[in-house]
């Protein structure tokens, strides 16, 4: 692919003291289609950090959908919020280029996904998850990148509804605590659709906020109080969420987008470098377990327990880990399935709360543990348009694995958004 430079902030030259090099520049005549599904306004302020970066890239991104989708209490509503102070911004930010998309035209754009989970046998359809479904279905022939934020259920849901658009899609999934919250949607989507092009970041995307030169005005702090706060309504917007801290934790994804190779995620770039999935990432028991028994961290842990005796389907049983994470039984004939995506590298306990008294106050515990390197290196021939993670040392900040190849790029992506805050001064 032929690669020109994108003036994103108005810098000939964009540079990196840590790297070596520069990230590979986006072709700027190809604007890729994009829909984000959000959580924004529920468990976690930084989408609506990630939102404000994002809306001040709009002139390079063909926008084609913005969703509110599950986990937590965040609706369309929030997605407005933000799209209220770009609509103050708009017309500055028009002054340098005309291709920002109108704030009533987002406004249109904007829909409400799931409000409840997706699970095993598919969902309910949302407007969110027909919106992916109807623009993924549209005769253009650039791929439709969804940027998945939060929970993956309006993508499960769309998929569901209509598999003939998996060819179309590109997949960008803010994965870890969200695989945790939507671990059903992800399992229906790894099992029924392995071919679907996706990028699964389970924490690559903690390079955005850890790690990198955080020296003077380039730390999460200091670059809001420098950069941010006071540039229009977006970035004063900003500036009041988390304390003014940066965390922007989903905006790897737009960094991919922008200065990425978009078809080649084994190559570095702003959105992180990743390697092919491996087998092996889902462990199923059929027991209560110990702490002796292991499983994958940020793999999928299913529990297939046999349906007790006299418990009916109108009883009720949670799988509840940590003392907090609820994971809800689907039944599936004379089996009950509890299924749960560990986050961290640690021993896990968990108890059932039943209206079933045979069932309730049982418990176990188990220990996810990274995946042993011989087999990470062996990539799924079941999943062969899918990444992850790189599980190499080298390539991590602290526990978090592969954020370095994000954070290596900092002085870079903030120095250019510094430059879009700009766009929003007299």
Known sequence: MRLVT????????????????????AAGTDRPRVIVSSDIGGTDPDDMQSMVHFLLYADVLDVEGIVSSPYGAGRREHILQVIDRYETD??????????????????????????????????????????????????DPRPLWVLVWGGIDDLAQALHDAPDILPKLRVYFIGGPNKMWSVDAYDYVER??????????????????????????????AFVAAHVAGRGALGAFFATLLDGTIKMGDSPSIGYLLRNTRDDPSR??????????WDGRKTVFDRLTTARDTADAFGVVEFALAVPAGMTRGDSAQMVFDNRIPATATRDGDTLRFRFSPRDAKVWPYAIRSSFPGL???????????????RTARPS??????????????????VHA???????????????????LRRTQP
Not at 268 to 277: A, K, L, S, T
């Open 6 to 25: 994108l003036w994103l902030a108005g810098f000939a030259v964009l540079s990196l003291t840590a790297s070596p090099a520069a990230a590979p520049q």
């Open 90 to 139: 708009y017309p500055r930010l028009k002054r340098h280029s005309d291709r920002y998309p109108a704030p009533d035209a987002l406004r249109r754009i904007s829909k409400q996904g799931a409000i409840d989970s997706f699970t095993g046998s598919g969902g309910r359809r949302s407007e969110g998850s027909d919106w992916i479904v109807q623009c993924a279905r549209r005769g």
């Open 192 to 221: 029924q659709h392995p071919d679907l092009w996706m990028i699964e970041a389970n924490s690559t995307y903690r390079g955005w906020f850890v790690g990198g030169d955080q020296s003077g005005e380039w730390g999460n702090r």
């Open 268 to 277: 570095p770039g702003w959105g992180g470098r990743f390697v092919p999935v």
């Open 360 to 374: 309730d106050g049982t418990s176990g515990s188990f220990t996810a543990t990274r995946p042993p390197i011989e």
């Open 381 to 398: 021939a079941r999943h062969p348009r899918w990444w992850t993670d790189d599980p190499d040392p080298a390539a991590a900040e602290g």
């Open 402 to 420: 592969g954020a370095k190849s994000v954070s290596r790029w900092r002085q870079e992506f903030l120095r250019d958004f510094a430059g879009r």
